[in-house]
DNA sequence: GCACAATCGGAACGAATCAATCCGATTGGA
DNA sequence: TCCAATCGGATTGATTCGTTCCGATTGTGC
């Protein structure tokens, strides 16, 4: 019931290139450790994943760098959080996932887990980098 | 993003116990692991961490067990999610609590998280233990 | 009053996941 | 053509979680 440190920290990462980010700007790594006081290596991996993710385009070479592959109003917490710790889901037993559960025939619990994880889902992609950073667009 | 395997079969079991105990029948940990299909060690790890958070009063002895404190519509899933996981908190940087976070002071989501921390916890707290069961009352 | 049996409670072990770190492959510029 | 700076993946260590086992407590039956 607690998000990982990494997927915190990519929050708080995404933030910071979102209020600097002017549109065409690339930023580095190394830059955006020095700002946000972060490890350069877990800024590095954070990229890795969230470019892997789409949410984010890298640019190798000397100069190069990363930036928002699409506008800030438009990348949600719920976003982030998937590129990171994977698709959300507060248990096993998500419809069309993975059937770990051995009692999954006497559990009659199941069906309320869908509707807790949509609005959980919900809430989280209710709150945008534009809301966090107090970007107007 | 995901919660533990103990509270959701900590979950489960409240549910079973919830459809069995009627009103003052006890059940041992015994007769509640052979029926969830629950290793019998983890039923008891469960009992003890939700009889000292106090949603279930546990009697020692022969022919002892336990029974529910509260009524099944009084015990939500954030009830049994705080009793086995603690706090519930997607980050470390709630009000009131610890500080561990190097970059609190630039940081400027931390206000923003007090509101999905809120609403996570209150889609938890709408879902009692009688809307699980099928219990009326 | 005593012994027995069944139960809860806490402690110890092993496994899995997560977080942090390091090195190699790729690419643009000089 | 060479060099330098960067991203990407792989490795190592630590923390936490899950499971299992053993001791303390208590009520019953004799």
Redesign the pocket.
């Known amino acids: 019931m607690r998000l ?3 997927a915190d ?1 990519a929050v708080v990462m995404m933030s910071a290139a979102a209020r600097h980010c002017g549109g065409v700007a690339r930023l ?3 830059s955006l450790a020095e700002e946000t006081g972060l ?1 350069l ?2 800024v ?2 954070l ?2 994943r969230l ?2 993710a789409g949410l984010i385009e ?9 930036r928002l592959s699409r506008p800030a109003a438009a990348i949600s917490l719920a976003d982030i959080v998937e590129a990171i ?1 994977g698709p959300i889901g507060m248990t096993s037993c998500v419809d069309g996932g993975r059937h770990d559960c051995c009692i999954e025939e006497n559990c009659r619990v199941k069906p309320h887990w869908n509707a807790v994880n949509g609005a959980v889902k919900g809430a989280l992609a209710g709150v945008s980098l534009a809301s966090l950073s107090g970007v107007p667009a």
């Not at 890298?58 to 990363?66: E, K, L, M, P, V």
């Open positions: 990982s440190s990494l920290y580095n790594a190394t490890p290596p877990t590095q991996k990229v890795s470019s892997a890298s640019a190798r070479g000397t100069g190069g760098g990363f710790e």
